[in-house]
């Protein structure tokens, strides 16, 4: 079917928390040299698909892989890099010390001046953690996380309250990680964030895989296109004209909801050949995102997937 | 079918050594930048002991004076002490804050994060038991055989280690908020009830026979046995095998535990 390498999968994976159900049945498969979105608001089982993907967790049932392996393997996370979101590492420590010490655990880390400088920390390494500004810390974070040069790397919603120059600095390291055939994982809630990295997007909701694709598969299977005119049709006409899913005035235009532009233009112009000021354009992957999620209320997982 | 290539390079056991090496350091550094902790461990015993010990020193408790009894019992109060902060808080704090949890998905050994913590511990019941022999010799005039001494100092730091395992069960069993509290709440307590603060003698019956039950009480027999040079070796035996005991059931409940952090969103 494919022939790309798996890096990592989940098999019909559940997980519980007590009576919380934080997955369902979600399978996953992570192929070699991409980059991963699992996109979710919050509560949507992101973090628990990566705890399980790490081994800091174990599902009640299905299988979970890394390298084909168990991902507790100590020979398994040797190839695996994580930025959690976690609020701090010890305070006492500088941030050269905290580099060193996350080093010694892989067996061909990088040097601590090629660390320093992927996560913009150089000058900074003679500095306390505590002493640290937000994104300094953050940037000690994904410091960790590259130093071991993983081959799979997780990203934890990496950049959440993050300065605007630190998610770059982020965005562009992954980029470069990425181009060297690297695998990244990364969750986040910023739909920005996708547009500019991920190849592909698993769009979690509710601990139910509801939607998977490159971001423009999930804009165009998903999402409702904008048609902006000026005409003098009525509205309640518009309505009768079956494609449309939405119609609203904005002062002199009218705006159309429709996933089928085309047959509703045709009918707009055979209704009124004087129609003006024609403006059509795609939602953004968030009104994409959002429908997604909205329709996961009233239609089981299979129907949106399909 | 995908295959995986073992491209990496063994970890040999010199880069396994190194990962501990490096564990024990920061462990090390960060005990020598925070004071908040180191002082008030290492100094409460000594002032304990002044306060106590040396006022009633010129006192007799069978056969040797308060000062050389004391010395025993607060240097158990010590090393306990030392080993159940530096085990309770050190970890249900880093536990807070999600540092375990981030060490936990690395490649490091488990065993390196807690090897380096007994290492400090250790060290911090070393540096205390110094402390407190050093005021023994020169305040209260305590004069001991140098192999007593040895004997004593190797007494007390290897009976701190059932209370480093009781101090990692707390961590993991407390949150990170509830650990100094529940550390505190055992600690003062079982402290008193196995007399290390007033000697068992002269407290109540009903104390005396609840003890045994108790670690402390088993390390104090210890360390008093060496500094009263009652040959007492099976008694000694029995200490031992009590204080092995301990270890052994606060280290499966802390792997009970550890295991159990699964449910708990953080490490």
């Not at chain 1, 559940?14 to 997955?23: E, M, N, W």
Request: net charge positive.
């Amino acid at each position: 079917m494919e022939n790309h390498e798996t890096v990592a999968t989940l098999t019909g994976v559940t997980k519980k928390y007590g009576a919380v159900t934080a997955l369902q049945d979600v399978s996953l498969n992570v192929r070699k040299g991409e980059l991963l979105a699992v996109l979710g608001p919050n509560g949507a089982g992101k973090t628990t698909a990566i705890r399980l993907l790490l081994g800091l967790s174990t599902p009640a049932a299905g299988q979970v892989t890394v390298f084909g392996q168990n991902p507790r393997h100590v020979a398994t996370r040797r190839r695996v890099g994580t930025m959690l979101q976690i609020s701090k590492v010890p305070e006492t420590l500088k941030v050269k010390e905290h580099i060193d010490l996350f080093s010694s655990y892989y067996p061909r880390p990088l040097s601590r001046k090629e660390v320093l400088s992927a996560a913009g920390l150089e000058g900074f390494e003679n500095r306390l953690f505590g002493k640290l500004s937000g994104g300094e810390r953050q940037r000690v974070l994904f410091a960790l996380a590259i130093c071991g040069d993983p081959e799979l790397l997780f990203l934890d919603e990496p950049t959440v309250g993050l300065d605007v120059s630190t998610r770059y600095l982020i965005w562009q390291q992954v980029r470069r990680l990425i181009q060297q055939g690297r695998t990244v994982i990364l969750t986040t809630h910023y739909l920005e964030e996708v547009d500019a990295l991920a190849d592909r997007v698993v769009v979690l909701n509710q601990g139910v895989v509801v939607a998977e694709g490159s971001p423009a598969e999930i804009k165009s299977r998903t999402a409702l296109r904008k048609i902006r005119c000026s005409t003098r049709l009525p509205l309640d006409q518009i309505w009768t004209i079956p494609e449309v899913n939405d119609v609203l005035a904005q002062d002199t235009r009218i705006e159309i909801l429709t996933s089928q532009v085309e047959p509703v233009l045709r009918e707009l112009f055979s209704r009124d050949p004087n129609l003006s000021s024609l403006d059509i354009s795609n939602s953004s992957l968030e009104e994409a995102f959002l429908q997604i999620i909205g329709s996961r209320e009233h239609q089981p997982a299979s129907e949106v997937t399909a | 079918m995908t295959s995986y290539s073992a491209a990496l390079p063994d970890f040999s056991w010199k880069k396994l050594l190194r990962v501990y090496a490096m564990e024990a350091r920061c462990e090390f550094l960060k005990a020598l930048r925070l004071p908040a902790y180191v002082v008030p461990t290492l100094s409460f015993p000594l002032i304990f002991y002044v306060m106590f010990g040396l006022i009633f020193g010129s006192q007799q408790i069978g056969s040797i004076s308060t000062a050389a009894y004391m010395l025993a019992s607060y240097g158990a109060f010590g090393v306990i002490g030392a080993s159940m902060f530096g085990f309770g808080i050190g970890v249900a704090v880093e536990r807070g804050y999600g540092w375990t949890q981030l060490k936990r998905a690395s490649p490091m050994p488990p065993l390196a994060y807690f090897a380096a913590k007994a290492i400090m511990s250790l060290l911090f019941s070393v540096i205390l038991v110094l402390g407190l022999f050093t005021l023994g010799f020169t305040v209260g005039g305590v004069r001991l055989p140098l192999s007593t001494w040895i004997e004593l100092a190797a007494v007390l730091v290897a009976g701190s280690i059932p209370f480093c395992a009781l101090g990692l069960a707390i961590a993991y069993f407390a949150g990170p908020s509830s650990a100094p509290a529940v550390v505190n709440v055992l600690y003062l307590p079982m402290a008193f009830c196995s007399g290390l603060w007033i000697p068992l003698p002269f407290l109540p019956k009903l104390l005396q026979h609840a003890a045994p039950f108790l670690p402390p009480y088993h390390l104090a027999q210890l360390a008093l046995g060496v500094v009263t040079g009652v040959p007492q070796d099976r008694i000694a035996i029995q200490h031992w095998a009590a204080l092995a005991g301990f270890s052994i059931f606060f280290l499966l409940l802390a792997r009970l535990g550890y295991n159990r952090d699964d449910v708990k969103m953080y490490g």
